[in-house]
């Protein structure tokens, strides 16, 4: 046997050859002649398969697993263990493996198609004005897919998903159906203020967990496909993900991750597995989570319904009021969704407003006396992965829900108010996978999307995709839409898009799209990330907001704020920090707030009368003038503090 000199050298040189390797197998071909992708006509007419747009739903992996359940099985080398420890060497073997990729799928197939994406965003993009339609301005590589992301109150976006185990994007990348160490997570922190290169880019590795999977490989935890929602301290509670095997199963998990010092801390267990649920936050800031299928696999969705913590715990409320152990506990109303991630909302009045996917499923709960009843059928018939809004509603939290997407023959929007549903204005086209954010002004966007899970109008695991997907959309206060310009990658499953507090507009994750564009797939840097200008930022100089109160902000309570530019100030509003996955978003909100007088630089403002209106909490404010110019927001906290355990 070698000393330990030789060993080290033998390692060094492996890890030299390993590096080589990527660079002569991935180094970016010549591009080819870069043509428009797709085209500006609404796609074609291919009837849904509902069994494919079930949560990862992945034809292969139950053979895969079956003929071998650990995945790949990609082992350390023994040497290289010895030196670098055994993480480190079996990530060199991972490497070394995923070089063969491209082989299938080659590096300057990846760069050609980016290259043609560049050009036809350019060639579309020249007929849209900035200051009406507003504009994509930065693209650049991320090392995560963003399959769940996060605004927090820091500023920074909380990026996270799951290590790949495919490089080809004609086949399965996640590891929905693997068994073992391949199924694991990951996560990264986004610093806007660091710029778009790497150094912007923190990696906050999950807890370490051992999976009730058979093989007990402890791994980083399989949260991916969980469901999250904000508590009023800022921290973001996670819950569920993957187990993996029997098509997809769910996980028990319990985590918070904390923004203020960077770190992740589990709680217990839930009662039931969960993979695909959907949390909100109540007026008393405890956590609503339902749905979700069981740990006996796909095919199960649970009816459990749990809330966060547990009554007999506090509400975490200070930044330093760490959830660590803490229970939840399951609620008397039951919540059976026969699919997976509901949209939640809890409105004006208190309720939680279960709206599933299937149109008889829609459903009012009352989180304090437990009970669910009956909201009347929705008009659309069954709609997959499709975005839904709370429509703002001046100075009181929102009384009604606007349901986009979710089904590709359908461009209507559906809103329901007042317990009975309208049919509101369409947009373009049908699309699914879509993600609509409320912006500071108060209009949508809405961006993403695609004909199904996985497919862009040219068959399920193509990365070719029609122009129309591309397309943003805008809806002005009126309700009226009109199309905007093209982002560079088409991103449909597992897309997200968030609201900056600079006002701009954050677009990641699709693994697929963004496998199939990697400029360099032989290095860390498996995302990207694409930046938007609304056209508010395209209208002239912006307000100041200078001041805003650092302490707890009541309800119905006066406040100041400071603006050098105070006299142009016509309205000031309050956003809510978006959380999402899966075109979820549960978590955002648009309020005025009264301006009760203006004095010098100093504005008076008053905050939102209850909880109801508002849940306890961060939110972004932005002061605007009378073209709805933003100002860059600054973070305020609503609501006192509750009492300790109990119901408020």
Known sequence: MPGPLARRSAVLSACVAVAAALVSLTSPAPPASATAVGHTTPPGHHQPDEGATRAGADPYGAARAEADPEGARIEADADEA????????????????????????????????????????????????????????????????????????????????????????????GPTDRIGRTNAGRAFLWDPSRGTGARAFKKVEPPTVLMPDGTYAPRPAPFFCAGHAFLPNGMVGVFGGNTGGKGGSGAKLSFVFDPWTETWFRNQDMAVGRWYPSVVTGADGRQIIMSGQSERGTGTPTPVVERFPALRHPVPWRTYDIPV???????????????????????????????????????????????????????????????????????????????????????????????????????????????????????????????????????????????????????????????????????????????????RMVVTGDELQQIANDPDIGDEMDGSIELYEPAYLHRGGRPALDRAPGGELGYGAGFQVSSSTASAVTRAVLLAPTTVTHAVNTSQRHLELPITGVRGSAIGLRTPPSAADAPPGYYMLFLLDAKGVPSTAKWVKLGGRPEQGGRR
């Open 82 to 173: 010895s030196v670098i420890g055994a993480e480190h060497a079996r990530a060199h073997a991972q490497r070394r493996s995923a070089v063969k990729g491209p082989k299938e799928y080659p590096q300057s197939k990846r760069t050609a198609s980016l290259a043609a994406l560049t050009t036809s965003q350019q060639q579309a993009n020249a007929a849209f004005d900035a200051a009406q339609a507003g504009r994509f301005t930065e693209f650049f590589p991320s090392p995560d897919f963003g399959v769940h992301t996060a605004l927090l109150p820091t500023g920074k976006v909380l990026l996270f998903s799951f290590e790949r185990v495919e490089v080809d994007p004609t086949k399965e990348t």
């Open 325 to 503: 152990g803490l229970a939840a506990e399951r609620l008397r109303a039951d919540a059976p969704f026969r699919n997976d991630y509901p949209h939640l909302f809890s409105l004006r009045d208190g309720m939680v407003y279960g709206l599933g996917r299937d149109a008889d499923q829609q459903w009012l709960f009352d989180p304090v006396k437990e009970t669910r009843t009956d909201l009347p059928r929705r008009p659309a018939d069954f709609r997959g992965y499709g975005s839904a809004v709370p429509l703002p509603a001046g100075f009181r939290g929102p009384d009604s829900v606007l349901v986009l997407g979710g089904d590709p023959h359908d461009p209507n929007t559906y809103r329901l108010s007042g317990g009975r549903w309208t049919t509101e204005e369409p947009r373009a086209f049908g699309r699914t996978q879509d993600d609509t954010l409320i912006l500071p002004d108060g209009t949508l966007l809405t961006v993403n999307g695609a004909l199904d899970t996985r497919d862009y109008g040219h068959g399920p695991f193509n990365p070719q995709a029609d122009l129309s997907y591309r397309q943003i959309e805008l809806r002005d206060a009126q309700g009226h839409w009109r199309l905007g310009p093209a982002q560079r990658l088409p991103r449909g499953y597992h897309s997200n898009a968030l609201v900056l507090p600079d006002g």
